[in-house]
């Protein structure tokens, strides 16, 4: 019944001949003698050059398809409530704020790869390499230096500046109930500022409210809506929760060359979050081989080089080369605040439960 | 003429209508089988999947996630602030938009298909970019607060807009404008002035006549369209998130957030029911507003050009509150787009740069990909829903044998608009993943899922116009021998050709805006123009700003280019009203 109910739908729209067309060249999900084919799962930042997959493709003799799923939290529960019948091969996109769920939920099977060798210890998170570091990037404060040139205002340091009374009404940061960017910002001050002691990361948060922040949905709306540079004007705020890649970022997307970033990330100690992307081969992969392979290539030179330019985050791989913006512009942070993924996990609820009572209501 | 040829005669409209009503009911079980099927598999499976995974994940079932709903002020308060903020943007956008409505039912003038046309593109534009537009024009620094601080000389914005409860009213009306101005426009301009002109040869003032004998004959198409508009309010996610800010959170937020943010099924899954209920209960109270037949007339009779001043003045009047409400922001977009801040001037680099690839990036999608994949999608959905929306408006226009079970489906074919998106695009996950229903990959599901949201305005449209047929012209057809399917060519058709065109603009409309349920669905590479437009908004640096305005404008330019043809369309040498 059913399946001539969809033959008959499926008729219909063909009939009408508007359908984009069901069957397109790329998702022949039958396995024919030919090129072996490999799924992909990853979130809508996903982005690389297409010839690094056509070389990963001719490599290999694969056909290489490309999932993209919302965004990294979306993207992580298709693939937990399709843990029977996989959508695809290889998970990339899950960071450590979510790396607890993911491994909880046992989607992942371990995969010792030989390029782990050129990553850092500190971005190896998980030690079965269930999920195996692609990338990081820091979650850091921004401002405009142009603006603060202006209004002859001393530029922020630390987390500590923003509720000093100089700085009342020139913050905007994203809603960490619902932001990536807000999240990690939110855990940058529970790193730095702890749960307990007389200080606590919600007494600061308190202070910034006192402070007049800005709370907005999430990162377009606070870079391009509310930040004083980012939309060239509209905004009104000089201080926005970024990434330390944004500066770079803005030159190599300028209008205009510049000499110099027109943007700074504020990068002293504790006061950025580091979130760490991650590969995993998923449980039930059609082809496990082709997935490993497709892992080690993803941590390798050729991958890993090509990744700044493309999702503005830095390669895992100590080996990789920057590209000449990243290298001249960006900073990386040397202490970013520290919050253990698996406490995160544990505590998510409770600690976006807790700034959104100190916050918001 | 003798008796026994007038018995006789009778004896044969007999037959006749005895033959027309089997063949009306073998045509009604068809065209009511269809859409329940396609409701069957794509809404009712997928949800029914997703909602015993979340309330029985380990076999028995367990409504304790309802039960703390209710106990949990919270979502009591939100519930409540769900409900509130979506009657109040529904009656405003009606007040504001009935005038409306009326301005385009009885005149004519230049450019009102344009001015049409253009009140429906904001229906399409994504909530990040109607938020910048609407800072473009309201927020601190924006077009509106500079003016009067220099007017007045003022050194601080004297208004703030951003983040409060007026900035989604606004919003809520400038994304719903366009439905009571078409849904009761249409249906207006078929009505008979004359009944109101009688009503004021016999004394009654102009607002007497208005509110006496020409709104109760406009209640079906008014209660549809607010319908409609009430569930988008209630159902609003971006405008909220986006515009509201952190502070206003509606049913389907926190449904957003429960299941993303905290993969908290049940809770995300209690959320959906009530919502569901209340979309069902709303619409079993709604389906009470049956329409009348009315003796209706071709607009070409009803519509005129305006004759003396203060005609002009009231179509003036209507035009620009349209302009400034929903064409301003447009516009502003359109300057921003074409303006490159960093040397003040206007340039078209934005839109070159659409068409450049620099990094060689294998996600780079070229304008015209874009434009067509939205295309094809919105064309797509277009044709499924009108087809489903015309088999499903006909089995609920059954006036006598079936009229419970039209009662009852009328509720039915509108809960998909009432539904979290969130939670149907999961159920999609879990419920189509064999064959011969293994679609979570394909593109197919993009369009389900579309017509799934575009056949209640659909049904919606095309019903009123419908219900107000006369039976007797239709019984008069058969009686000299039509089948019915001539009857509905000749009798149905010309009558609601307006009314499904309107149904369709719809439907491709939802199809072109949509990103919400298309950003749930894993897809391969099909990006439309949303999609794109997001993938610019994702990352620092001005020309990515530039591009997202330029698409954003492109956009708007097919989709108004759409409006216009999809309006001229015509079905053969089918005569219309």
């Known amino acids: 019944m059913k399946r001539v109910i969809v033959f008959a739908l499926t008729g219909l729209l063909a009939l009408v001949g508007c359908a984009p067309a069901p069957v397109t060249p790329t998702e022949v999900p039958t396995p024919m003698p030919g090129p072996r084919a490999l799924r992909v799962m990853t979130h809508d930042s996903f982005d690389i050059g297409e010839e690094t997959i056509a070389a990963f493709e001719e490599q290999y003799d694969a056909q290489v398809e490309i999932l993209q799923s919302g965004d990294a939290g979306v993207m992580l529960n298709q693939a937990i409530l399709s843990a029977d019948n996989p959508l695809a091969d290889v998970l990339y996109g899950v960071d450590n704020t979510i790396l607890s769920r993911a491994l909880e939920a046992g989607i992942l099977v371990p995969y010792n790869s030989p390029l782990l060798d050129e990553i850092p210890d500190s971005l190896k998170l998980d030690n079965q390499h269930r999920a195996l570091p692609v990338d990081y990037g820091n979650v850091c404060l921004n401002y405009d230096k142009g603006w603060f040139a202006d209004h002859d205002l001393t530029l922020p340091v630390s987390l500590e500046d923003l509720v000093k009374p100089d700085y009342k009404g020139l913050t905007v940061v994203e809603n960490a109930a619902t932001s990536s960017p807000g999240l990690a910002f939110l855990l940058a001050t529970i790193g730095h500022f702890g749960e307990t002691g007389n200080y606590t990361y919600l007494d600061y948060w308190a202070d910034l409210r006192a402070n007049d922040v800005l709370v907005v949905e999430g990162w377009e709306d606070a870079y391009w809506g509310q930040f004083t540079y980012g939309s060239g004007g509209e905004g009104d705020r000089p201080i926005v929760v970024s990434y330390a890649s944004s500066p770079p970022v803005e030159v190599y997307f300028a209008e205009e060359p510049f000499e110099e970033a027109p943007t700074a990330a504020v990068v002293g100690a504790g006061s950025c979050f580091r979130q760490i992307e991650f590969v995993g081969i998923l449980k039930g992969a059609q082809d496990r081989d082709l997935a490993e392979a497709w892992v080690d290539f993803m941590l390798g030179a050729t991958f890993q080089e090509d990744i700044p330019l493309h999702m503005f985050m830095f390669p895992a791989n100590q080996n990789a080369v920057l590209p000449d913006v990243f290298a001249n512009f960006a900073v990386i942070p040397e202490r970013p605040a520290e919050v253990d993924y698996t406490a995160i996990e544990a505590n998510r609820e409770t600690w976006v439960e807790a700034w959104t009572e100190v916050v918001l209501r | 003429m003798g008796r026994g040829v007038d018995r006789g005669g009778a004896a044969l409209r007999d037959y006749k209508r005895s033959k027309m009503q089997d063949a009306g009911h073998l045509l009604h079980l068809a065209s009511c089988l269809l859409p329940l099927v396609f409701l069957l598999l794509f809404y009712f499976y997928p949800l029914a999947s997703i909602l015993t995974l979340s309330f029985a994940p380990a076999g028995s079932l367990s409504l304790a996630p309802l ?89 601080r914005p004297p208004l703030n807009f951003q983040y409060t409860l007026g900035v989604i009213l606004l919003a809520h009306v400038f994304y719903n404008y366009t439905l009571i101005l078409r849904i009761v426009g249409t249906y207006w301009a078929n009505l008979d002035p004359r009944l109101e002109e009688a009503a004021r040869m016999l004394g009654a003032n102009r607002w007497q006549a208005l509110r006496e004998v020409t709104l109760p004959l406009l209640t079906p198409a008014i209660g549809a369209a607010s319908l409609l508009t009430f569930i988008f309010c209630f159902t609003s996610f971006g405008v909220i998130l986006v515009l509201g800010g952190p502070r206003f959170a509606t049913i389907e937020v926190e449904i957003y957030r429960q299941t993303i943010q905290y993969l908290n099924l049940p809770l995300a899954a209690a959320l959906s029911v009530i919502q569901i209920i209340f979309t069902f209960a709303l619409m079993a109270a709604y389906t009470r507003l049956q329409a009348r037949p009315l003796d209706l007339r071709p607009r070409q009779v009803t519509q005129r050009r305006p004759r003396n001043r203060r005609e002009w003045l009231v179509i003036g009047a209507n035009v620009g509150l349209m302009l400034a409400l929903l064409i301003a922001p447009l516009v502003a977009l359109v300057e921003r787009s074409l303006t490159l801040p960093a040397v003040n001037g206007v340039s078209l680099a934005f839109y070159r740069q659409l068409f450049e690839n620099p990094r060689g990036s294998a996600f780079y999608v070229p304008p015209m990909a874009a434009v067509r994949n939205s295309v094809e999608f919105a064309l797509a959905t277009m044709v499924l829903s009108v087809t489903l929306g015309l088999m499903a408006a006909a089995v609920l226009d059954a006036r006598r044998e079936t009229r419970f079970l039209g009662r009852l489906l009328d509720p039915i074919f509108m809960l998909p608009l009432g539904t979290s998106a969130v939670t149907l695009g999961l159920g999609y996950i879990v419920a189509l993943d064999e064959p011969p229903l293994n679609l979570r990959t394909s593109p197919l599901l993009i369009v389900l899922a579309h017509t799934l949201v575009a056949l209640p305005f659909v049904v919606r449209s095309v019903l009123p116009a419908l219900r107000s047929i006369q039976p007797h012209l239709r019984e008069t057809a058969a009686l000299l021998g039509a089948t019915p399917y001539r009857v509905w060519r000749e009798v149905d058709l010309p009558i609601v050709a307006r009314a499904i065109l309107v149904g369709a603009v719809f439907a491709f409309t939802i199809s072109m805006g949509e990103f919400g349920a298309t950003s749930l669905i894993a897809r391969p590479e099909r990006p439309t123009m949303p999609i794109a437009i997001y993938r610019f908004l994702g990352r620092p640096g001005a020309s990515n700003y530039g591009q997202a305005l330029a698409m954003s404008t492109l956009l708007m330019l097919v989709c108004t280019a759409s409006f216009l043809a999809i309006e001229r369309f015509r079905v053969g040498e089918v005569g219309e009203f």
């Open chain 2, 67 to 155: 039960e703390k709903l209710f106990r949990t002020p919270y979502y009591l308060h939100t519930l409540w602030f769900t409900t509130w903020q979506a009657a109040l943007s529904t009656l405003l956008t009606v007040g504001l938009a009935l005038p409306g409505a009326y301005v385009f039912a009885r005149y004519d003038f230049f450019g009102k298909s344009l001015v049409q046309a253009l009140t429906t593109v904001p229906f399409v534009l994504p909530t990040i970019v109607v938020a910048l537009a609407f800072t473009a024009l309201l927020g601190p620094r924006g077009m509106l607060n500079v003016g009067l601080m220099s007017l007045l000389g003022l050194d």
